[in-house]
Every structure is written in C-alpha cells, then in structure tokens.
C-alpha cells in the first residue's frame, strides 16, 4: 500500500509522503491513512476498485453541504490507482466524536439535529444511494427502488426456510411495507449515518459532519431519523430532534412512517447476514425479527 500512496502522492502532489500512518479504528469500509506531505496532512482512503462510484458520490454530498456552510471534509481528488479506488481529503484537525467526553454528547447531537435540518432542505434530482459521478447526483426513483429491493426481500424464501420467520409474520410484514409502495415524495439529501463517529470536532468548537458514504438521495428527515433510531438507542434522539427543530409531537405524526424505513433497513441487513458466518456470530438476526414484530 505504500508504494500505492506514494505513486497518487507524486501524480497529484510532486511530492513524496513524509509520513504514513493507517488509522485502524475509525471505520469498517475504507482502508484509511493519515499523509503528511510537505506541511499539510491529508487523509488517504482506499477501496476495491467497483467502490469508485461510492467515492463520487460521497464528493457530490460532500459538495453540496460545503455550500450551505455546514463543516464537513474537503475532498482534493477522487481516482483509481492500481487495483484501488481512492478519496483524498484534506485532514481536519480535531477529536472524533467517539473520543470526545461523553457529557459533550448532547450538543453533539443537537448540532447534528441542526445540520440536518440544512441539508434536509436540498432537493436532489434523483432517489437512491448511487450517483452516476459527483456532479449529476443521483438517477433513480422511489418506485423502481421498491420494486427491485422491498418488494422482493421474502421471495426466495430464504428467511422462512431458515426458520427466521413464520409464513404468518411474512404476511403481517408485507402488509406493513405494502403502505409505502405507493409514497411520492421530493427526494432530500440525507446522511444516512448521522452517528457521533460521524463527527470530529475540530480546535475552535466547531463540529464537522463525515463520511457521506451512506449519503443517500431520499424522504426527508424520515430516513436519518430511521438510521438513528435502527442502530442506536433513543438517549440522544430529544437532542437531535431539539437541534432539528421538530417537536416531539410533530416526531410522533411521522413516527409510524419512520418506523417503515426502520423495517426496511433491518431487513435488508439480516438478508446480508444470511448465509454469511455474520449468521452464526451474534444473535443480532433473532433481536430484528423481534423488534420488526414489535414495529409493524
């Protein structure tokens, strides 16, 4: 890998690396480096090359929020070197919100809260997670969407073959999703990961917002404050709701709608853990049906 940083590094900088340093506890997708060049410090990340795209899109949201003036990474290039595709951004110097003390928390999430608020507000051209590069933004459409990824979770039986899930529960929760089939909706720039490892908060205060890889084309703001509710618990949700502005009554009025969006996620997650030693790991799949069954 390093001969692969230092051949970007002279292609995109004239400049050989004077330090490298991969950073191993700060994400799951990426492979990621802290660069020293020259003075300046730069994060390097790098992916299989079909992630390319994934890349693009983080610099088309990344693009879009910096317009609005929300504190968020600033990307230098995005390219295929060899067998990897890269993002090279400029370093931003602060503390991740995983390392910073918790009583900070809350005004955390409530910043989060209010820049989601911003970016929920900027209408993209197009649903969906996937961008054709980091200019156009994204292509597809909520109907085609849930043609090709809702509606056919349970037709290869998988799950109940596997006992995960009765043919009863199959039925109760086509039921449900069959509600939002027929949504239509302006789509809005969601994060998709509005977490506080989301988050480096840099020497003046200020919070910066990160990695828009799950950066998604989408119904606004009832996909972030799915994800938020999916895989965290509901500690900081009155902080993020204060932040956004929205009370907990008006909360309520789109919970039942939220809580669809939460099913969907959590199903499309166990049907990744199928058949993968992700199965056999955890009890993660059992806990879902559970709480899919208490949702719908």
């Excluded at 088309?60 to 595709?85: A, H, L, M, Q, W």
């Excluded at 890269?86 to 900070?104: A, Q, R, T």
């Excluded at 058949?275 to 049906?289: A, L, M, P, V, W």
Aim: proline letters at 2%; hydrophobic letters at 35%.
């Amino acid at each position: 890998m390093e001969e692969v940083i230092s051949n970007i590094s002279q292609k995109y900088f004239n400049s050989k690396p004077r330090s490298i340093e991969q950073i191993l506890d700060k994400g799951k997708v990426n492979q990621v480096f802290k660069i020293q060049l020259d003075n300046e410090f730069y994060i390097f990340r790098f992916n299989e090359k079909a992630y390319l795209n994934s890349y693009k899109k983080e610099w088309y949201c990344i693009n879009k929020v910096r317009e609005i003036g929300i504190p968020t990474s600033d990307v230098c290039f995005v390219g295929v070197e060899g067998d990897y595709s890269f993002m090279i951004l400029k370093y931003i110097e602060g503390v991740n919100g995983l390392d910073v003390p918790e009583e900070e928390h809350k005004n955390i999430y409530k910043t989060l809260g209010e820049y989601a608020k911003k970016f929920n507000s900027i209408e993209v051209d197009g649903f969906g997670r996937d961008v054709e590069d980091e200019e156009k933004g994204f292509y597809k459409d909520w109907n085609s969407f849930y043609k090709e990824n809702i509606g056919p979770i349970f037709e290869d039986n998988i799950l109940v073959e596997k006992n995960i899930v009765t043919k009863e529960q199959v039925e109760i929760i086509q039921n449900r999703l069959s509600e939002i089939e027929s949504w239509n909706f302006t789509p809005k720039l969601c994060h998709g990961n509005l977490h506080i490892s989301n988050t480096i908060t840099s020497s003046d205060g200020s919070v910066h917002v990160i990695d828009w890889g799950n950066g998604v084309g989408y119904v606004a703001p009832h996909v972030d404050l799915a994800d938020l509710i999916a895989w965290k618990d509901r500690k900081y949700l009155d902080d993020f709701l204060g932040g956004y502005g929205m009370s907990r009554e008006e909360f309520n009025k789109i919970e039942h709608d939220i809580n669809s969006l939460l099913i969907v996620q959590l199903l499309q997650v166990i049907k990744r853990f199928v058949g993968t030693e992700e199965e056999s790991k955890n009890n993660f799949i059992s806990n879902s049906i559970e709480r899919i069954m208490k949702l719908v």
